[in-house]
């Protein structure tokens, strides 16, 4: 049988990882309840316009709110000149993929969970997903595709 620690050292899981763009492997910290490996990934956008446009783009369930719900929510943000609260369904199915996402309000981020069998561990099919959704990502301009510079 193999270990956890050995699959994430394999050249072959360490290869697919570094074909993602945004996608990192967070390790545990250890000592904390629920604390496993996770397979990260985190767009940000400019403003809380582009934030909803995104999020309707990748097809989260989301509920904007104009005054403050009495149900405890995130904090407000501002899309055009109006205050809103947003609730919204953590778990996702983006593109098709199924995803965990966190909203951060005050940045206008989407981070994206790619674990797909374990809270604790990464396969190696979490990493292949996570690609095909970066290039989704990108056929909708939500992700700029880096490109080397040639001197």
């Given at each position: 049988?193999?270990?956890?620690?050995?699959?994430?050292?394999?050249?072959?899981?360490?290869?697919?990882?570094?074909?993602?763009?945004?996608?990192?492997?967070?390790?545990?910290?250890?000592?904390?309840?629920?604390?496993?490996?996770?397979?990260?990934?985190?767009?940000?956008?400019?403003?809380?316009?582009?934030?909803?446009?995104?999020?309707?783009?990748?097809?989260?369930?989301?509920?904007?709110?104009?005054?403050?719900?009495?149900?405890?929510?995130?904090?407000?943000?501002?899309?055009?000149?109006?205050?809103?609260?947003?609730?919204?369904?953590?778990?996702?199915?983006?593109?098709?993929?199924?995803?965990?996402?966190?909203?951060?309000?005050?940045?206008?981020?989407?981070?994206?969970?790619?674990?797909?069998?374990?809270?604790?561990?990464?396969?190696?099919?979490?990493?292949?997903?996570?690609?095909?959704?970066?290039?989704?990502?990108?056929?909708?301009?939500?992700?700029?595709v880096e490109t080397e510079m040639k001197v």
């Amino acid at each position: 049988m193999t270990s956890t620690n050995e699959i994430y050292q394999s050249e072959e899981f360490k290869s697919e990882l570094r074909k993602c763009q945004i996608f990192r492997l967070k390790y545990p910290r250890g000592g904390q309840y629920n604390d496993g490996y996770k397979l990260l990934g985190k767009i940000t956008l400019s403003d809380g316009k582009e934030l909803l446009k995104a999020l309707d783009t990748i097809g989260v369930t989301y509920f904007l709110y104009s005054q403050e719900p009495a149900e405890w929510c995130p904090p407000a943000f501002i899309v055009d000149t109006e205050n809103c609260w947003m609730k919204y369904e953590n778990q996702s199915k983006c593109f098709g993929f199924r995803t965990y996402i966190t909203i951060g309000i005050s940045d206008f981020s989407i981070e994206f969970n790619f674990n797909s069998t374990s809270w604790y561990d990464v396969t190696l099919d979490d990493v292949k997903q996570a690609i095909c959704f970066e290039k989704a990502l990108t056929s909708h301009d939500l992700l700029v595709v880096e490109t080397e510079m040639k001197v």
